[in-house]
């Protein structure tokens, strides 16, 4: 009778401590935060459930996940449907398949590719011509500073 009332609090508070202990002795020295592991492991040990306590919400690494010595971050609760791996799976249903060749929606899709592919090809030439106006400014830029030494030049030994 062991585990009536008062007993299954402290089997649970024995599982408690010895899960931390074993958690803090496998975490990495590095990732502990605000005391060395050994001061964990003697705050643990000698205060079972406060030190418990301590090590999960001061000392344990930040975002661990629940498995002992995890290092891993936790993923957070909420997600946008574009991180979801089947997101967009559902745009067509298994029966329907893909656009049929030559259909409505198919010459849509085709339109906008093309127009797409426009697009960046418009893009693509502009980057270009703007590479070509940068490095000619580069040119400029030091036949600029050569013609200004060379006139440096000249005047020190005018002045001398």
Not at 36 to 41: H, S
């Given at each position: 009778?062991?585990?009536?009332?008062?007993?299954?609090?402290?089997?649970?508070?024995?599982?408690?401590?010895?899960y931390?202990?074993?958690?803090?002795?496998?975490?990495?020295?590095?990732?502990?935060?605000?005391?060395?592991?050994?001061?964990?492991?003697?705050?643990?040990?000698?205060?079972?459930?406060?030190?418990?306590?301590?090590?999960?919400l001061?000392?344990?690494p930040?975002h661990?996940?629940?498995?002992?010595?995890?290092?891993t971050?936790?993923r957070?609760?909420?997600?946008g449907?574009?991180?979801?791996p089947?997101?967009?799976r559902?745009?067509?249903?298994?029966?329907?398949?893909?656009?049929?060749?030559g259909?409505?929606?198919?010459?849509?899709?085709l339109?906008?590719?093309?127009e797409?592919?426009?697009?960046?090809?418009?893009w693509?030439?502009?980057?270009?011509?703007?590479e070509?106006?940068?490095?000619?400014a580069?040119?400029?830029?030091?036949?600029?500073?050569?013609?200004?030494?060379?006139?440096?030049?000249r005047?020190?030994?005018?002045?001398?």
């Amino acid at each position: 009778m062991l585990l009536r009332g008062g007993g299954i609090v402290t089997v649970i508070l024995i599982f408690f401590w010895v899960y931390c202990i074993f958690d803090v002795i496998s975490t990495d020295e590095m990732l502990c935060r605000n005391l060395p592991k050994t001061a964990w492991l003697i705050v643990v040990i000698v205060l079972p459930d406060v030190g418990g306590l301590a090590w999960l919400l001061l000392g344990r690494p930040a975002h661990a996940g629940f498995r002992i010595g995890d290092t891993t971050a936790r993923r957070s609760g909420s997600r946008g449907p574009d991180d979801d791996p089947s997101f967009g799976r559902s745009m067509y249903t298994p029966t329907a398949g893909p656009p049929a060749p030559g259909s409505s929606e198919d010459q849509r899709l085709l339109l906008e590719n093309e127009e797409a592919n426009r697009r960046l090809d418009a893009w693509e030439a502009d980057l270009a011509k703007r590479e070509v106006t940068a490095k000619e400014a580069e040119v400029r830029r030091a036949a600029l500073e050569r013609r200004e030494a060379e006139l440096r030049r000249r005047e020190e030994t005018s002045n001398d």
